[in-house]
């Protein structure tokens, strides 16, 4: 009798992405020119479309199309997903995206075999006015051209597309993704634009509160930083602006979760509600009244319907990649400083901790 052989360890897909979900492609239209500080990401599906599903939890969410992701109601498909800047404006850059799929013949198809809707289902982000001008946001025309960016390459993370204008509690926030294959050898991912009002790092130690959920060696490079740095923070906090942290308005963390398996409406309905566990795992608080926070789950059916013990693992592990999508948005996220132009300065969490990152530790 062969003795089994050992369990295979999860780990992160080839490009630790969304895009090692097969068939998903993300593109970027970052708008970070003077007067600018905001941006598109949008997710595009396959050429059949995905099943997908969504749950929004902030209080203050603005979206679009997310009814018809109600598994009561007709529309199976989806074929991209928009994630912007902008608050409410924002939402027109679904339209650009809309525009360029009808140009690619793809959509929903309708009584006329030539006539076809593309479904975009959209969530938009806060960050009006970061840049020193109000009305400076994302239109069609940005949505169209993060669609014509869109590819199965590694996501570009930080301050691109969507996260450009972002902040999550007092630092600059971004775009992050992960991904895992489970030992099914089906994979999760997630790409989350975090900008809560919660923060995302722990007070005491410096590190990000999800730290301890990262996979293998993919945040092995982090160690608690320095106390001089944390002393500097602290004094940083207790120096600003008693509403700094969060104004009413300027908030949201808005994501896809997504996986290669096989899943209807109702099982990707409730992928994204377990998914935002990964939320309270990475910030705090979260949900507020003035984060609209909302998660898209994707489904591409590459791979056969679990079980419903392996469907468990599997939203279990969209969590934690959601969780770990924020890290990474915060550890990529550089500086920036629109002050000079009325907007705001936000400082990276590396540049406030240089000392966590290895080989940088000051004494």
Not at 20 to 48: K, M, S, Y
Not at 260 to 287: F, I, M
């Amino acid at each position: 009798m062969t003795a089994p052989g050992p369990t295979p360890v999860p780990a992160p897909g080839p490009t630790n992405s969304l895009v090692d979900v097969g068939g998903l492609r993300v593109g970027h239209c970052t708008r970070d020119e003077p007067g600018w500080l905001t941006g598109v990401t949008v997710v595009v599906a396959p050429e059949g479309g995905v099943v997908a599903g969504v749950d929004v939890r902030g209080g203050g969410p603005g979206t679009r199309e997310t009814d018809l992701l109600d598994p009561r109601n007709l529309v199976d498909r989806v074929n991209a997903v928009v994630l912007g800047g902008g608050s409410a404006f924002g939402l027109a850059a679904a339209d650009g995206v809309m525009a360029a799929l009808a140009d690619d013949g793809l959509g929903w198809p309708t009584a006329d075999p030539g006539q076809r809707v593309p479904i975009v289902p959209a969530a938009i982000l806060f960050d009006l006015g970061r840049s020193g001008t109000w009305r400076h946001t994302p239109g069609a025309e940005d949505g169209r051209a993060a669609y014509a960016n869109a590819s199965p390459d590694a996501v570009a993370q930080g301050c691109v597309g969507a996260g450009t204008g972002a902040k999550v509690g007092g630092f600059k926030g971004g775009i992050g993704s992960a991904s895992v294959v489970l030992e099914s050898g089906a994979t999760v991912a997630a790409l989350v634009a975090v900008n809560a009002v919660g923060s995302a790092v722990d007070p005491g130690t410096g590190l990000p509160y999800a730290v301890g959920l990262a996979i293998g060696d993919e945040l092995g490079h982090l160690e608690p930083p320095s106390a001089a740095e944390l002393d500097d923070a602290r004094t940083r906090v207790e120096a600003a602006p008693a509403r700094a942290a969060g104004l009413p308005g300027l908030a949201t963390t808005i994501g896809v979760v997504a996986t290669d398996v096989t899943l209807s409406k109702a099982q990707c309905e409730k992928a994204a509600g377990v998914a935002h566990d990964g939320y309270a795992r990475a910030l705090k608080p979260v949900h507020t009244l003035f984060d609209g926070d909302t998660l898209f789950a994707l489904a591409t059916g590459e791979r056969p319907a679990p079980d419903p013990i392996e469907l468990t693992v599997l939203m279990e592990a969209g969590a934690d990649c959601v969780a770990r999508a924020i890290v990474q948005a915060l550890l990529a996220a550089t500086s920036v400083d629109r002050t000079a132009d009325g907007g705001v300065a936000l400082r990276s969490w590396s540049e406030a901790f240089p000392s966590a990152l290895a080989g940088g530790r000051q004494q």
